[in-house]
């Protein structure tokens, strides 16, 4: 799926949007509103965004299994090549071995992403903190010239910011940008 990204000044226009995409067949589940007035957004029961779009955990996670990954296949290599105890050590707990540093890269990744900006969103930070509110809608490719064209013609106060896949893919040049604000 495809992921459009919409800003807006206001909560109304907000509201307005989030309506008209509804009864476009656009649900709860592929609707999404970033904002620093999240009281705003339930008052007006405007489904936000969760955890894991706003933060990066995901995305952090998966670049310290990689890095753990990494560091264990060298370290369970070094075992097996220097073999420090005189003893052979069995494939298998080579890579167990090897899976404990990824398990492990994962989860200290994962948990330093919980305190970092998802790595897709930081390049609205500015205006979040400026009191724009980011609409993602994601679209299959039959809705989204649809989303495009109402969005257009009935909200030109919502400019669109950006697009994107939904998918955190970690062979993408932008998987390897690591956010800066926090």
Same mark, same amino acid.
């Given at each position: 799926m495809k992921r459009l990204y919409y800003l807006t000044d206001s909560l109304d226009s907000v509201t307005r949007i989030v309506e008209d995409l509804h009864r476009d067949g656009i649900t709860d589940w592929h609707?999404?509103?970033?904002?620093?007035?999240?009281?705003?957004?339930?008052?007006?029961?405007?489904?936000?965004?969760?955890?894991?779009?706003?933060?990066?955990?995901?995305?952090? /996670?998966?670049?310290?299994? %990689?890095?753990?990954?990494? +560091?264990?296949?060298?370290?369970? $290599?070094?075992?097996?090549? =220097?073999?420090?105890? /005189?003893?052979?050590?069995? %494939?298998?707990?080579?890579? +167990?071995?090897?899976?404990?540093? $990824?398990?492990?890269?994962? =989860?200290?990744?994962?948990?330093?992403g919980v305190t970092r900006e998802n790595y897709k969103t930081t390049r609205f930070h500015d205006d979040l903190a400026n009191g724009k509110h980011l609409v993602m809608v994601d679209v299959s490719r039959e809705q989204e010239r649809l989303v495009r064209h109402q969005l257009y013609r009935y909200h030109p106060e919502a400019c669109l910011a950006g697009e994107d896949t939904t998918l955190i893919l970690p062979f993408s040049p932008n998987f390897w940008h690591y956010p800066r604000h926090q």
């Amino acid at each position: 799926m495809k992921r459009l990204y919409y800003l807006t000044d206001s909560l109304d226009s907000v509201t307005r949007i989030v309506e008209d995409l509804h009864r476009d067949g656009i649900t709860d589940w592929h609707l999404h509103v970033l904002s620093r007035n999240e009281a705003g957004l339930f008052h007006r029961q405007i489904h936000s965004a969760n955890m894991l779009q706003e933060n990066d955990v995901i995305h952090s /996670g998966q670049l310290g299994a %990689l890095v753990g990954g990494l +560091v264990g296949l060298v370290a369970a $290599t070094l075992l097996e090549w =220097w073999n420090p105890f /005189g003893v052979d050590i069995p %494939l298998p707990a080579l890579i +167990v071995f090897a899976g404990f540093f $990824t398990m492990f890269g994962a =989860w200290s990744g994962g948990l330093a992403g919980v305190t970092r900006e998802n790595y897709k969103t930081t390049r609205f930070h500015d205006d979040l903190a400026n009191g724009k509110h980011l609409v993602m809608v994601d679209v299959s490719r039959e809705q989204e010239r649809l989303v495009r064209h109402q969005l257009y013609r009935y909200h030109p106060e919502a400019c669109l910011a950006g697009e994107d896949t939904t998918l955190i893919l970690p062979f993408s040049p932008n998987f390897w940008h690591y956010p800066r604000h926090q």
